[in-house]
């Protein structure tokens, strides 16, 4: 079956980094395109990032664009996404996601983002 498994989750002071991981398996991951989605605590998703089948191209969100990058590697089934510059309304539950025909299909369970001093 499909899983998606989120990780890389943590606390972080404003200016710090995080690389999420996002372990894809149950399908052929490199026939899809996928997503990072977040959430804020007590706000509905919100769509950060989308990277296309073969990696070739990426997609932001304008509050992300200059700060975190999407990538994956085909040969580990996994999709990542690196922050930087990391600021206190980055704090979300982070989701990976699946694309299938343009929507989310299948979605991890989420790793935490807390940035705070």
């Known amino acids: 079956q499909v899983q998606l498994v989120e990780s890389g989750g943590g606390s972080v002071q404003p200016g710090g980094s995080l690389r999420l991981s996002c372990a894809a398996s149950g399908f052929t991951f490199n026939n899809h395109w996928m997503y990072w989605v977040r959430q804020a605590p007590g706000k509905g998703l919100e769509w950060v990032s989308t990277i296309n089948s073969g990696g070739q191209n990426t997609y932001y969100a304008d509050f992300g664009k200059g700060r975190f990058t999407i990538s994956r590697d085909p040969a580990k089934n996994t999709l990542y996404l690196q922050m930087n510059n990391l600021r206190p309304d980055d704090t979300a539950l982070y989701y990976c996601?699946?694309?299938?025909?343009?929507?989310?299909?299948?979605w991890g369970k989420g790793t935490l983002v807390t940035v705070s001093s």
């Open positions: 996601a699946r694309d299938y025909s343009g929507g989310a299909d299948y």
